[in-house]
């Protein structure tokens, strides 16, 4: 779950690459001496990554409230120019965060923070000029989905073109909130097209996913399938649990998704990067049906973003530097990016 920080957004920091190490997806690190992105044969590529996200959920960074579109369209340039002078190189744009877009698509309504109507036009497009923007200072662009969620509340109001309303059957309502179930192959299909749009329409230079799998609190739910309020995925697990447990068929479930993802994002852009940055530790990542070690044994991810969002000082289990212990062992020598809070600073 991301939040704005101190300035606008959480930062993160790479622990790798380094200069001249070659990661997954055969992008070979930079040498601007900067850290700043620099071109080369394969598009913008880093010797070091100092990254933001920019979540426009809710409108938590932008756009904040419902201006007119030649307001928000400036401040959307001003924030990204801003980020660049700050030594930002990296850019993770939020263009999917409840089933809807920041960007002109065919699968999606328009977000409803640009215009206060879901699938109203604002104007203008936010990815096309973020990646134009992001390009020109310098930095790399990377579109940024939650990959599961359809609502934050199940009252709100959503556009007759969303998924809710056009696939009914794909969707579930758990505690109040509104979920896409990844055991329905279609669903792994429909965020497979929405990845291949993007990646065909902008030059954005990854595709990039966060902790929005099965719902917190699942995992522990002993609630039968048919009890009010439960997960009733029972005709899903009847037709593809080929054999395995609920639970294993579950983590598979999300291993599909990874997977996907990743393929869709090398065949459309070989040169493109893939990655997910999961809760900050293991253990609450597979609360979520989520195992990253299964993804990096897969070859599903070209990095992962861990969210350490705790203290060096703090004493316990998550203490900052028992966590990125464990991260590192995790990653097989593959890129791991640490998430930070910017914004617990004080």
């Known amino acids: 779950m991301k939040r704005p920080c101190s ?45 933001v996200w920019l979540a426009t959920v809710v409108g938590l960074d932008w756009p904040r409230g419902e201006r007119s579109h030649f307001v928000q369209r400036s401040e959307l340039i ?23 877009a920041m960007y002109a698509s065919d699968i999606l309504p328009w977000r409803r923070q640009l215009t206060g109507v879901e699938g109203m036009s604002p104007y203008f497009d936010p990815l096309s000029i973020a990646v134009r923007v992001a390009h020109d200072n310098g930095m790399a662009i990377h579109a940024w989905i939650n ?33 896409l179930d ?24 990854g595709i990039h996913i966060d902790d929005y799998f099965y719902t917190d609190g699942l995992r522990e739910d002993n609630r039968g399938w048919s009890e009010p309020g439960a997960w009733n995925d029972s005709t899903l697990f009847a037709a593809y649990g080929n054999g395995l447990s609920l639970e294993e068929w579950r983590f598979s479930n999300i291993d599909s998704v990874v997977t996907a ?38 070859g599903s991810v070209d990095y992962i973003l861990p969210q ?39």
Not at 78 to 100: H, K, P, W
Not at 311 to 334: H, I, T
């Open 7 to 51: 300035i606008l957004l959480a930062l993160f920091l790479a622990l790798q690459p380094l200069a001249g190490q070659v990661s997954a997806a055969g992008r070979v690190a930079g040498s601007a001496g900067d850290g700043r992105a620099v071109a080369g044969d394969e598009g913008l590529v880093m010797e070091e990554q100092r990254g």
């Open 78 to 100: 001003s924030n990204i120019r801003d980020l660049a002078a700050m030594g930002c190189n990296t850019l993770y744009f939020q263009v999917v965060s409840e089933m809807d």
């Open 147 to 179: 990959p599961l969620r359809v609502s934050l509340s199940d009252s709100t109001f959503r556009a007759r073109t969303q998924v809710k309303h056009e696939h009914p059957e794909w969707v579930h309502n758990y505690g109040g909130r509104e979920y």
């Open 182 to 205: 990844p055991g329905n192959p279609e669903v792994v299909q429909f965020l497979s097209d929405i990845t291949r749009e993007i990646l065909t329409r902008y030059d954005v230079d």
């Open 261 to 298: 993802l990743h393929r869709t994002t090398h065949e459309v852009k070989p040169q493109a990067l893939f990655g997910v940055s999961p809760q900050g530790r293991v253990s609450n990542t597979c609360r979520l049906y989520a195992d990253p070690r299964r993804w990096v044994a897969q």
């Open 308 to 346: 350490l969002y705790w203290s060096l000082g703090r004493g316990d289990f998550a203490a900052f530097p028992k966590v990125l212990k464990e991260w590192e062992s995790v990653m097989k020598g593959l890129p791991l990016y640490i998430g930070l809070a910017a914004y617990k600073q004080n």
